[in-house]
C-alpha cells in the first residue's frame, strides 16, 4: 500500500483522546465521590454504579479508537476515507 503520511496527524487524536478520557474519569470520580460521600440509598447506588461504569466505558472505548488509529497511521493511511 502506497504512504500518503508525513508523520502528522496524530497528535490531534492524542489531545481528543487526553481530553475526553480525563472529562469521563473526572465525571466519573465526581459523581461517586459526591454520592458515596453521603447517606447512599440501595437504589440509587444501583443507578450511580450503572452510570459510573458508562463513562469507564466511553473512556475505555476512546482510548482503543486512539489505538486504532495509531495502528492506521502506522500503516500508512493517514485518512481511512481517502480510499473510498
Known amino acids: 500500500m502506497r504512504k500518503t503520511t508525513n508523520g502528522k496527524g496524530f497528535a490531534g487524536a492524542v489531545v481528543i483522546t487526553i481530553l475526553t478520557a480525563g472529562f469521563m474519569f473526572l465525571l466519573t470520580g465526581a459523581m461517586l465521590a459526591g454520592y458515596?460521600?453521603?447517606?447512599p440509598e440501595p437504589?440509587?447506588?444501583g443507578v450511580i454504579l450503572f452510570t459510573a461504569?458508562?463513562?469507564?466505558?466511553?473512556a475505555v472505548g476512546v482510548i482503543v479508537?486512539?489505538?486504532?488509529r495509531w495502528k492506521e497511521i502506522r500503516g500508512g493511511?493517514?485518512?481511512?476515507a481517502k480510499k473510498y
Open 65 to 68: 479508537a486512539l489505538f486504532q
Open 53 to 58: 461504569f458508562l463513562y469507564l466505558a466511553v
Open 43 to 45: 437504589f440509587a447506588t
Open 77 to 80: 493511511e493517514e485518512d481511512e
Open 36 to 39: 458515596f460521600g453521603e447517606n
